[in-house]
């Protein structure tokens, strides 16, 4: 079976509308996702940024929550912009981390981004996340050390590096396996026609 | 007739995607498409830009060239980046101020972006204006003397200006008669839809 990559930030607004239809979109067109959570903050610090685009540049971010609005609404979402604008994703990345070698990945980056676009919770907050896990059936404390390892602080550093690497600059983004890049969500059906080819 | 404005600058890749597919679009959903040729480069000063940011940040630069000749391929159409890039539009943007006002702007406007765009032309070259004013069955001199007015030049200035008043951030820019605003070319068939509801 084919597969793409999905590079994603839990603080990415686009990201969330992805992670909410990739799963029956990938499995409708025959394609295995591999869910790769990074930081934006590095990539954008290299661009000379020193927060989100959508931060920096405010009308550009109302016009992404009016955009996201739309199609939120459009697909029977609902959504809102996190104050403060962006979340801080860090310790959702690391837990991530552990739920991607522990292969519960995917239901773990639904949970976060329902919470943090639909449900309005704070993802930085230890509860929010501890609420999330156990919502999966695992130990948050468990998930939470695993989480804080120097181990695992270094495999969410080395993921980060290998995004910048493959020329990554925002996420959403998916990666075939030939190497072809896309990037937003709006490009995720070009994706998996790709990988198809 | 419903109606959407078209909102571009003769130097942005997406909306030579745009122009090439908007008429018969806009047509097939029975909207009326108004024209709004105005120049990027003031918008772009105002976010602390200096030039276009697929220039400014190289990655997204080559990404761009990627994602582009991506849909140019499926869409039939060819696709190269001038060099330099971003070209230089003032030129262009003046004669199609004239070509506005004179009712003749969507063919101009076609004209321009496939010679840039497919044809690997200058657009900032007299001669190249020229043979596509004249193309259109206009006189090359008389279109030339008309864009260099005081008044014309004004007149982009001002549609800059209210490019910059209506929130306007990059090209190619939708904007729907009750006041909606889209960015993209991928965003084309959402605002029509809108325009339409």
Redesign the interface.
């Known amino acids: 079976m084919p597969q793409i990559e999905f590079w994603y930030d839990f603080a990415s607004t686009y990201s969330y509308l992805t992670a909410m239809r990739i799963g029956p979109l990938a499995e409708a067109a025959g394609v295995q996702v591999a869910y790769r959570p990074f930081l934006l903050g590095p990539i954008f610090k290299a661009?000379g940024l020193t927060t989100s685009p959508f931060a920096a540049?405010p009308?550009?971010g109302?016009?992404m929550a009016?955009?996201i609005g739309?199609i939120a609404t459009a697909r029977g979402l609902l959504f809102h912009v996190p104050a403060p604008f962006p979340a801080h994703s860090l310790a959702a990345a690391r837990s991530a981390m552990v739920a991607e070698a522990e292969g519960w990945i995917e239901p773990f980056t639904r949970a976060v981004f329902a919470a943090e676009f639909a449900g309005r919770e704070d993802i930085a907050s230890t509860d929010v996340l501890g609420r999330i896990v156990s919502g999966l059936g695992h130990d948050p404390v468990r998930i939470s050390t695993a989480a804080g390892t120097t181990e695992n602080k270094a495999a969410l550093r080395d993921r980060t590096e290998a995004a910048a690497a493959k020329?990554i600059?925002?996420a959403p983004t998916f990666l075939t396996e030939d190497g072809e890049?896309?990037?937003g969500d709006?490009?995720l059906e070009?994706a998996l026609a790709w990988a198809n080819k």
Chains 1, 2 share one sequence.
Do not use: E, P
């Open positions: 661009q540049n009308i550009k109302r016009y009016r955009d739309r020329d600059f925002g890049l896309f990037w709006d490009r070009q």
